[in-house]
């Protein structure tokens, strides 16, 4: 928490977008910030919603460290925000440190994976697809 600084964003404020330089993460403290998809000749797809206690960004810890998706916030938000660069400094001198980190970063992918997967089956598998007799 010592890297952390409060920040805050207003309702329809862009976070991040996606493809952009990823140097910096949330955790937030209020609000929701929504994550999406640049659609071609379309708006943005919202993929998923994210509120308080929840991680904003994972892009800043894998090479090459650029934003698979856009954040805009939905809601005011108020979030804690780190330097990825400081925060993988200090990873580098704490294997403790950098371990629970990347524990932690990879469980966060791995539910939004998950929870993507599902978002995927309820629109497009076939009705009654995925029950068992």
Request: charged share 25%.
């Amino acid at each position: 928490m010592s890297l952390a600084r409060e920040v805050s964003f207003a309702t329809g404020e862009r976070v991040f977008n996606e493809r952009g330089k990823a140097d910096r993460f949330w955790i937030i403290r209020t609000g929701t910030v929504a994550l999406d998809l640049h659609v071609p000749g379309r708006r943005a797809a919202v993929i998923e919603t994210l509120g308080a206690g929840e991680l904003l960004g994972w892009s800043w810890l894998f090479p090459p460290h650029r934003w698979h998706l856009g954040a805009e916030a939905s809601s005011p938000v108020r979030a804690y925000e780190f330097d990825a660069i400081a925060v993988r400094d200090l990873c580098g001198t704490d294997p403790v440190l950098d371990h629970a980190l990347c524990v932690y970063v990879a469980r966060v992918v791995a539910d939004r994976l998950r929870a993507a997967r599902v978002r995927l089956l309820d629109l497009y598998a076939p009705y009654g697809a995925g029950q068992v007799p």
